[in-house]
């Protein structure tokens, strides 16, 4: 029996669907993740914009092209938000939702049919993703309690719960893969019983892998977090903080506890730790009543942050959030902002990267592309070698290329 993952959406959506892979394989599945012909399909959705949610449903049209006689699983996000819309199409025989995803595979093992949504009062543990040979991300958390007023997530994931310290450090140490990456929904609120990520940290700091720190909240950037990192045998220095807006009247309004002076400050603080690493960040363009002096003072931030990657995209109204209740700026506004914030990201990543070219990075190798080994290095630039590379390489930097640099091996 074939099955067939298709996942869309975030890192955490990748990881848990790595885990109900490797779940399937142990009850005699062969598994994929190419949109081909099968017996089972599992559309793992995504719900974070109204263009995922979108996609998420399209999705069912696709496998059913490929795939006419499949019978189709749905969970996630977006079944969670619009169960029913997934529910009645044609080929779907199973809805499940964003929470417990780790009972799948035992509903499918039942023939369990129809909608079975259940929320999760504590962390839910998922089976060991299936090893990696390069990066491999591993889930410490689930849920959020920040509700911002523009993101539906808290209200499709539920509340945050943590993974307890044991599991998630047995799976970090025991990984085969060069790097792993700690990830989850706000792996900043990570907290088992007292033990918080900077205990995580140190728990395995001695780990074969390269670690890296997914998205975090500024707020979680402290003294006591930069130390634990500093003693982890190989830290990848590169800090995801999520800024949004630099103007403080916007970030009031999206329900963001701290302000564009509050933010820069934790980005010197990590630096005064790791100077040389890369801060990259999300912006949202065109945020409900966002002045035009307000896309200015975000633009100013980011300058004086000097980040090394925006993730940049426009406002995308979420129905049952605070801010769908706001007025909503026009769409060519926010197309024009973002055209400007994409225009700075690529001047502010060529700076930054630039400063790399003749020094020794760390390539973790990824993929085989167009003659190249494509990979990352420690501080998240993307690096192209010709030929063949099998393992992590320390290479001398070279030039930029394409979107990264071209580098050799050392």
């Not at 169960?83 to 809805?95: D, H, I, T």
């Not at 993974?163 to 929904?185: D, Q």
């Not at 949202?284 to 300058?303: K, V």
């Not at 085989?368 to 690096?383: D, M, P």
């Amino acid at each position: 029996m074939k099955a067939v993952i298709f996942t869309l959406g975030c890192k955490v959506n990748d990881c848990e669907s790595a885990s109900l892979a490797h779940a399937l394989r142990e009850r005699g599945w062969e598994v994929s993740e190419a949109l081909e012909d099968a017996d089972l399909f599992i559309l793992n959705t995504c719900a974070v914009t109204a263009e995922a949610e979108k996609k998420s449903r399209q999705a069912v049209a696709r496998i059913r092209a490929v795939s006419p006689h499949a019978r189709i699983a749905v969970c996630g996000c977006a079944a969670e938000r619009a169960p029913a819309a997934f529910a009645q199409k044609e080929g779907v025989f199973l809805v499940t939702g964003a929470q417990s995803k780790g009972e799948l595979v035992d509903l499918l093992a039942s023939h369990a049919r129809g909608v079975c949504i259940r929320g999760e009062s504590a962390y839910g543990e998922l089976p060991a993703p299936q090893s990696a040979k390069s990066r491999a991300f591993v889930k410490i958390q689930d849920g959020c309690n920040n509700f911002c007023s523009y993101c539906i997530i808290p209200y499709l994931r539920g509340r945050t719960r943590s993974r307890s310290l044991e599991s998630a450090a047995a799976e970090i140490l025991s990984s085969p893969a060069e790097e792993v990456v700690i990830t989850g929904i706000d792996v900043s609120s990570y907290n088992d019983g007292g033990r918080d990520l900077a205990d995580l940290l140190l728990a395995v700091k001695d780990a074969p892998a390269r670690i890296r720190l997914g998205s975090l909240e500024a707020g979680v950037v402290t003294e006591r977090l930069l130390a634990a990192a500093k003693q982890v045998r190989d830290f990848a220095p590169h800090f995801h903080l999520s800024l949004q807006s630099g103007s403080d009247a916007v970030l009031r309004r999206m329900n963001r506890h701290y302000t564009g002076e509050q933010f820069l400050s934790r980005i010197a603080l990590a630096r005064s730790y790791f100077p040389c690493a890369a801060i990259t960040t999300d912006i949202i363009a065109g945020f409900p009543g966002e002045t035009e002096e307000d896309f200015a003072a975000t633009c100013a931030l980011a300058e004086r942050a000097a980040f090394a990657g925006i993730h940049a995209f426009p406002y995308s109204r979420r129905t049952g959030t605070a801010a769908a209740k706001m007025e909503d700026l026009p769409a060519a506004v926010k197309k024009q902002r973002l055209h400007r914030l994409l225009e700075l990201a690529a001047r502010l990543r060529a700076a930054y990267e630039g400063q790399f070219v003749g020094r020794t990075l760390s390539l973790v190798p990824e993929e085989q592309k167009e003659g190249f080994t494509v990979g990352y290095s420690e501080n998240y630039i993307r690096i192209y070698v010709q030929g063949t590379l099998a393992r992590k390489t320390d290479v001398r930097a070279l030039r930029p290329f394409k979107d990264g640099l071209l580098a050799a091996p050392q």
